[in-house]
T-cell receptor
Framework: DTAVSQTPKYLVTQMGNDKSIKCEQN?????MYWYKQDSKKFLKIMFS???????INETVPNRFSPKSPDKAHLNLHINSLELGDSAVYFC????????????FGPGTRLTVT | GDSVTQMEGPVTLSEEAFLTINCTYT??????LFWYVQYPGEGLQLLLKATKADDKGSNKGFEATYRKETTSFHLEKGSVQVSDSAVYFC??????????FGSGTRLLVRP
């Protein structure tokens, strides 16, 4: 059983399109995250939700909007995609935000052409 | 703000060699420290962690000790295997509970 799953694994789309990436965790964790990893492997947090409440919102263009329908799911919607959005996006979860480590999904490689 | 600095890679070793990957941090307070590993085409996996000064995290033969006096958390392994080839990330959890990652160090182990 996959602990943190993401769909799709690969996403190729054109500039200006709107796309979504879905994330689900079956660990019973309260906190979920979205990270962006650029071509140089640098990882940066984008958002975090705790029990469906947004608790971390980094300096990210407002074209990016996270949505958490329940505490097991955190989706990422991106409007008006740009070339610079090309990256690998990772979802992660943790039992809570204070203790323990984070469990990462396999990533979604987004390519904007 | 808080930050993590890792040695630049790639680090290339022969099988059974000793591994050290340096990591230093800058933070207010006493953050928890982590090492994550990313195998090709996969997500990050938590390798080990330490939550306070002098704690030693260990897993799968890897070790790292939280050194407050040198603000370091170096990763070591006594004898690396080809299967250890991956990218290793040092990270800290800051006072607002965000993970701050280093830039990653690629390890290549040759048979």
């Amino acid at each position: 059983d996959t602990a943190v799953s993401q769909t799709p694994k690969y996403l190729v789309t054109q500039m200006g399109n709107d796309k979504s990436i879905k994330c689900e965790q079956n660990l019973g964790h309260d906190t979920m995250y979205w990270y962006k990893q650029d071509s140089k492997k640098f990882l940066k947090i984008m958002f975090s939700y705790n029990n469906k409440e947004l608790i971390i919102n980094e300096t990210v263009p407002n074209r990016f909007s996270p949505k958490s329908p329940d505490k097991a799911h955190l989706n990422l919607h991106i409007n008006s995609l740009e070339l610079g959005d090309s990256a690998v996006y990772f979802c992660a979860s943790s039992q809570d935000r204070q203790v323990g480590g984070q469990y990462f999904g396999p990533g979604t490689r987004l390519t904007v052409t | 703000g808080d930050s993590v600095t890792q040695m630049e890679g790639p680090v290339t070793l022969s099988e059974e060699a000793f591994l050290t990957i340096n990591c230093t941090y800058t933070a207010t307070g006493y953050p928890s420290l982590f090492w994550y590993v990313q195998y090709p085409g996969e997500g990050l996996q938590l390798l080990l962690k330490a939550t306070k000064a002098d704690d030693k995290g260990s897993n799968k033969g890897f070790e790292a000790t939280y050194r407050k006096e040198t603000t370091s958390f170096h990763l070591e392994k006594g004898s690396v295997q080809v299967s250890d080839s991956a990218v290793y990330f040092c990270a800290l959890r800051d006072s607002s509970y965000k993970l701050i990652f280093g830039s990653g160090t690629r390890l290549l182990v040759r048979p």
